[in-house]
C-alpha cells in the first residue's frame, strides 16, 4: 500500500499540545478505505483517540437509503465512536434546486438553470462543506490545531490531481481565530482504485464477479435480497457498489453517469420522481444533455409524459430565444448567490 501523503508533516502538527483530526466520512470507497488507513496510522504513532473525530454530512432525500446505517455500523466497528451527523438546516440538496429554482424564476433570471453541475457544485459547497466547517467553529471554538481528514484522490480528475493535500485554512469561517487553525489533509490523495478496493479487502476482480451476482438475482427495489447477497458474499461496504455504481455520492447526482443513474432511479422511484417533477417544470435538464426523466420514463404516468414533452419543447424555444449563450445545450449557468 501507498504511505498517507505528508504523513511526517501532519505528525508534527499533531504534537502541537491540543491538536486533533476530524475524519470525514461519506459512506463511499474513498472515505472508508481513508478512515481504514487513517484509523491504523493513528495506533501505530500511538495518537490517542479521544484526539480524534469521525464527521459525516447527512443529505437526507439525496442518500441512499442504505447509507446512513453503513456509515454509523462501519464507524462504530473501527473505532468505537458514534460519527458526528450534520445537516444543512434550511433542507437537503433537492431544496437547494427547489429554492435556487424559486429565486431566479422572482428575480427574472428565466434563462439560467438551477440545478447544480461540474463546474458550480454549490451541492457540494453548501449541504457538506459549509456544514462540516461550521461543526470546525463551533466544536473547536480556539486554541485548536485541527487536521480535517478527506479521502479524495487524484486519480479522480485532473482538478483533483492538482489539489493542495495539506492546505491551511485563511478565509472565513475557518480562517486563523482565537488561536484556532484549520488544515484539510488529503492522506489518500495517491491511492489508487485497486489500492481503495485493497485496504477494504477486496480485489476489483472478485467486486466485479459480486456485481454479476447482484444483476442475476437482485430485482431492482427488494433491498432484503441484496442484503441476503452481500451477507453471503461478506460484502460490508457501500452497496451501491454491489450494484454496479462507480460512485457512491448522492443517490441521483448532477454528475453521475447513466448507468448509476439507472441505478438511482430503479432503487429510488420516489426520489426521481421528485426531482423528474422539477426538471418539467423548469424546463431545464437535469443535466446538460441528459433528462433524467427520459431515463425512468416507466416511473412516469401519461400525464407526466406529456409535460415532459411540453417542457422539452419550452426548452428548445428558450435556447431559440438565447442563441448567443456559451453552452449550446443550455443557457450559461450560473454560481449559487
Known amino acids: 500500500m501507498p504511505t498517507l501523503v505528508r504523513e511526517h508533516e501532519v505528525l508534527n502538527l499533531l504534537r502541537k499540545e491540543r491538536s486533533v483530526l476530524l475524519i470525514n466520512t461519506s459512506g463511499g470507497k474513498d472515505s472508508d478505505a481513508m478512515l481504514t488507513e487513517v484509523w491504523a496510522w493513528i495506533h501505530r504513532h500511538q495518537i490517542a483517540s479521544e484526539r480524534t473525530y469521525i464527521i459525516t454530512a447527512d443529505l437526507n432525500r439525496n442518500e441512499w437509503h442504505f447509507a446512513r446505517e453503513h456509515i454509523r455500523t462501519f464507524t462504530q466497528a473501527l473505532t468505537g465512536k458514534e460519527p458526528i451527523i450534520v445537516q444543512r438546516p434550511q433542507g437537503d440538496v433537492l431544496q437547494m ?3 435556487r429554482y424559486e429565486k431566479l424564476q422572482a428575480e427574472g433570471r428565466t434563462t439560467t438553470p438551477h440545478w447544480s453541475s461540474a463546474a458550480h457544485r454549490y451541492c457540494t459547497a453548501g449541504a457538506k462543506r459549509a456544514q462540516i466547517h461550521k461543526a470546525i467553529v463551533r466544536l473547536f471554538p480556539k486554541d485548536t490545531v485541527v487536521i480535517n481528514c478527506i479521502g479524495l484522490r487524484a486519480e479522480e480528475s485532473s482538478r483533483r490531481s492538482r489539489a493542495n493535500t495539506l492546505k491551511y485554512h485563511q478565509s472565513s469561517p475557518t480562517a486563523p481565530t482565537l488561536n484556532r487553525h484549520v488544515y484539510t489533509w488529503l492522506p489518500i490523495h495517491n491511492y489508487s482504485l485497486r489500492d481503495v478496493w485493497n485496504t477494504l479487502g477486496w480485489t476489483l476482480e472478485e467486486l466485479h464477479l459480486l ?7 437482485v430485482t431492482p427495489g427488494d433491498y432484503a ?3 441476503e447477497v452481500c451477507r453471503e458474499w461478506d460484502y460490508r461496504w457501500g452497496k451501491s457498489y454491489a450494484l454496479g455504481n462507480t460512485r457512491m455520492s448522492c443517490a441521483l447526482c448532477v454528475m453521475a453517469n447513466q448507468h448509476d443513474l439507472q441505478n438511482g432511479i430503479a432503487w429510488n422511484p420516489e426520489h426521481f420522481r421528485a426531482i423528474s417533477e422539477l426538471e418539467r417544470r423548469s424546463s431545464f435538464s437535469f443535466q446538460p ?11 412516469l404516468d401519461p400525464d407526466e409524459l406529456e409535460e415532459l414533452a411540453d417542457a422539452k419543447l419550452r426548452n428548445l424555444e428558450l435556447k431559440r430565444l438565447n442563441p448567443g449563450t456559451k453552452n449550446p445545450q443550455l443557457p450559461t449557468q450560473l454560481p449559487l448567490i
Open 289 to 299: 444533455d441528459q433528462w433524467l426523466s427520459d431515463l425512468g420514463h416507466e416511473f
Open 225 to 227: 435480497k441484496l442484503e
Open 211 to 217: 456485481q454479476k451476482d447482484v444483476r442475476e438475482r
Open 97 to 99: 434546486w427547489e429554492d
